[in-house]
Structure formats: structure tokens, C-alpha cells
């Protein structure tokens, strides 16, 4: 079925976690589900699944709840997980490493196509099915090659140069955990900042509320 | 300057991103930060700051502004960075060695005191300033020195049993990064779930709006 209105912002911000929830369903054998069991799940109000999932048209039937594979494609698609984006890492430490080998990309709409470092020591160790290469190839590698995203698993002090350096190399989007709010004057450009420090203190909150 | 009523969840969400820009602020040197400019800094209208950060008392003074240093003193106080919650790191491959060594855990009210692995081979290794311990020392460990947080890093198959281990063995909270949706049926028991793959799937999202 498809969806003749555009989708807001704010269901927008919500898609990745229906997606993962229905995905999870789905490989349960979960055939439908209704906004009831579905706002158990995730927290959510039945109302306010019901207003979000509206969007995508007639899946949601009185008596009957949503038809959970239907559904998880229709988000799937809308989210882009279909794309195969060409990523790039940028930094082959531990974190880097982390992210290569934990994030599976291609669920994800990405398709990780390279890890770079500044180590020369470290050029050419493996990392998932990926050889690390040194950053000075990334000219020759992004004309051939063409990568869209980046995620950036580097030192706060460099992130803002090896930006602009991929921008000039034709990458659009940025996958940052560099703890430097990047913000790049180019239009086009998209950047999504990982905050992990965030959400440690948002536990540390809670924690501090239940120990008293 | 005291708070009298109890801030609420939608402004405790917001805490450590004004923690964070506050802090900023701070080393930079600024010494007071108008409604507007923190509101341009951080994408939020002035009078939602406004809003959010009456709640803290009379900081804030027309023509004047936010004095920064005080602001983030009482918001740090409000999460808890002064707590210093004993922490350990379940799990010491290349995520945890990447979390036990890129977040830096003091100034968010922890304390990181251990790292654990149930691989015996990797036992001893160094880990920033700590050596990886097998998890069969987890409970003389937890006995004698009694943390109150874990970080799970570790696969999603045994997450939810050693969450139940650590949770018999008094720990309070959980920061889990298992790709496992942790329920625990206890009270008084605290999981901040990272998902860091819908970060990813909302970047595809927005990469594929500007890539067309």
C-alpha cells in the first residue's frame, strides 16, 4: 500500500523503533498484531500508535490489528533499508572496530565498503572482511568508489578536517561519534551526532532517583 | 539556588543536552548565555529553554541571560554527577574495550572499577587503567566491592542471563548495549537500552530525503 501524504518529523523519529519491534515479531512468526499488544511492547499509547501507523493507509483492521510483515516492509521502505548506501569508517581503533563489526549495515540500508586510519602500523589488519587502509588513499578510493556516508570514530580535534575533506570527496552523510558537534556549512549535508555520554547520564539520573 | 518541585520526565530528557552544551560553554570561558543564543546553539525556540530551565529558579535574568557556570552546577547536581556509582563492563571485545575507554565515566557520576570477560584467554589484559578479570570472579568481586551499575556488552543470547546474575548479586542499573531488549522483572531496577542501529536507520532515512 502506499503512502499518498508525506510523513512528519516526529513519526519519522519514532520509524526505527516500529521497525525493530515488527522485525522482532516477524521472526517470531507473529503474523498480526493489535495497537494494544503492540503499545504493551513498546511503551507507547494504543491512540498514539494507531495516529502513527494511520499514515501508512489500511493496515490496521478493526478486530483483526496489523498485518505485521505488510507493515515492517511498508516502514522498511519508507526508512530506506533498501538503499545499500556505500559507508565508510573513519578511524580503525576500538571503536571503530566496534562499530565495523557490531552495526550489521546492510539491514540498515548501508553497505560498508571500506575502514580507514591514520596508524600506519595498523594498515592492512583485518577488521570484519574489511582490510584497514591508510586515510592518505581516501582521495583514490572515493573517486573510484564513491561512498555516501561516513561514520566518524576518530579524535574530537581532527573530526572537523576530515569532514570537509569527505564533503570535497562527495560524502553527504555523516555518522559521528567523535564526541565535536559537527556542523558543516554545506547544504545537502546530513549529520547524525552519537551522544553515548548522554545516555549514561540519563541512567545515572534514574539510578540516583531508585538508590535515593 | 534550590529547585522546589520536582522536575519533570520530558525536562529530565533534555538534562544532559544542556549539560553538555552548558559545559562547553563553560571551558570556552562564556560566563552568562541568553535564551536566544543557547535556543541557536541548540536547535530548541528560546522560549522552550525558557520553560525548561524555570524550573531550576531564578537563573536566568532579563537582559542579563543564563549565568553558565551556576546553571550547569545545579543541572549536574540534579543527574547525579557527583554520585560516583561503582560501575563494571560486562564483555571486554572491541565494544566494551571502545566504551570502557572513549566515555569518560567520572564526570557523569560513575566510577569504572572493573571489566569483565568469560574468555580466559584475554584475562589480565589491560584495558585503560584496568585488567580484564573473568566473569567467574564476578561474585567475590561484586561482594566486596558492590557496584551498582553494569554495562552489557556482550552477545544478545546471554544477556538476559547475566543481567539476572548481576541482579542477585545487588547490582541496581544496567546501560545495555546487547541488541537485547532488557526486561527485568524486578523493582527498583534501571535499564537504559542503547540502540545505536536506529540511529543509523534514521541517518539512511535522512540520507536517502537529500540523495533523492
Known sequence: ????????ASVIKRLPRYYRFLGELKNKGTLRISSRELSDMMKLTASQIRQDLNCFGGFGQQGYGYNVAQLH????????????????????????????????FSTRGCELIGIFDRDPAITGEQVGDLNVRHVSELESFCRQKKPVIAVLCIPKAET??????????????????????LSID???????????????????????????
Open 1 to 8: 500500500m502506499k503512502t499518498n501524504n508525506p510523513v512528519s
Open 73 to 104: 516492509a511498508e516502514i522498511g521502505q519508507i526508512l530506506g533499508v533498501d538503499k545499500g548506501f556505500r559507508t565508510i569508517v573513519i578511524g580503525a581503533g576500538n571503536l571503530g572496530r566496534a562499530i565495523a563489526t557490531h552495526i550489521n
Open 160 to 181: 572537523q578536517e576530515i569532514a570537509e575533506r569527505l564533503v570535497t570527496l562527495g560524502l553527504k552523510a555523516f555518522w559521528n561519534y567523535s564526541h565535536y558537534d
Open 186 to 212: 554545506y547544504e545537502d549535508i546530513v549529520v547524525e551526532n552519537v551522544h553515548l555520554g548522554d545516555s549514561l547520564l540519563t541512567l545515572t539520573y534514574r539510578t540516583k532517583e531508585i538508590t535515593g
